[in-house]
């Protein structure tokens, strides 16, 4: 199991965000959560990458750590096994996609040039952007820039990739794209946590759903396999 979380307490600011979160990931897992602005999905998303301290969980694992208990020290090292992607993109902008990715390489330990350089190929194809390895971010669509930045997500080949709002900016189109781009990889086995607004996505690319709501955490995915199984049903 990637995520093991049994009666988490989310704590920010002195205030209970979230309480008893139970949540399980495993690999290949497409999961959503959904709800309402400041019901605390990216207080939830952000102690998965020990952004954000728990409070007395009965249990934290993340990648076979234990991250109520995590030393400061060792979480570069857990981030290194995750992909994390923004609403914002967050990428350099005084410099060109390949110097981007190349960064990033670089400061996770690839000494060798033309591994890093077949690296950011890889990735580049499997987003479909190669043709953009040398623009500058400016010169990008806010889509381009979110493909980049999971261009970026995948470049140590995480086991995990947590989404904070990745289509949030972006038009519906440019959204399914992008849901449809992180389902996929999800497929080849790496598992996708993903806060969204983007409600229909969530019939069209379907995957286990969280809702948090009034403090608390629950898996409401019945409520968007209704469908399918009415379908089913008519056979």
């Known amino acids: 199991m990637l995520i093991d979380y049994q009666k988490v307490n989310i704590v920010q600011d002195g205030n209970v965000v979230l309480k008893d979160v139970d949540l399980q990931v495993n690999e290949g897992d497409f999961v959503y959560i959904i709800g309402k602005v400041g019901a605390g999905k990216s207080s939830l998303l952000k102690t998965l990458y020990c952004e954000l301290d728990h409070s007395n969980p009965e249990k934290a694992e993340v990648l076979g750590r234990d991250v109520s208990s995590?030393?400061?020290?060792?979480?570069?090292?857990?981030?290194?096994?995750?992909?994390?992607?923004?609403?914002?993109?967050?990428?350099?902008?005084?410099?060109?996609?390949?110097?981007?990715?190349?960064?990033?390489l670089r400061a996770t330990?690839?000494?060798?040039?033309?591994?890093?350089?077949?690296?950011?190929?890889?990735?580049?194809?499997?987003?479909?952007?190669?043709?953009?390895?040398?623009?500058?971010?400016?010169?990008?669509?806010?889509?381009?820039?979110?493909?980049?930045?999971?261009?970026?997500?995948?470049?140590?080949?995480?086991?995990?990739?947590?989404?904070?709002?990745?289509?949030?900016?972006?038009?519906?189109?440019?959204?399914r794209h992008i849901v449809s781009l992180l389902k996929k990889i999800s497929k080849d086995g790496t598992a996708v946590v993903m806060s969204t607004h983007n409600i229909p996505l969530l019939d069209e690319f379907p995957g286990t759903v969280y809702r948090c709501k009034d403090n608390v955490v629950k898996d409401v995915t019945h409520e968007y396999r209704q469908m399918d199984l009415s379908e089913d049903a008519k056979d």
């Open 70 to 104: 995590i030393r400061r020290k060792d979480i570069p090292a857990l981030r290194r096994e995750m992909g994390i992607i923004f609403q914002d993109f967050q990428l350099l902008h005084d410099r060109s996609v390949r110097k981007n990715l190349d960064f990033v």
């Open 109 to 175: 330990g690839w000494t060798r040039r033309k591994e890093r350089r077949d690296r950011i190929t890889t990735v580049l194809e499997a987003v479909g952007m190669t043709e953009k390895l040398d623009k500058m971010p400016h010169e990008l669509s806010g889509g381009e820039q979110q493909h980049i930045a999971i261009a970026r997500a995948l470049l140590n080949k995480p086991k995990i990739i947590i989404a904070d709002e990745p289509t949030g900016n972006l038009d519906m189109d440019t959204a």
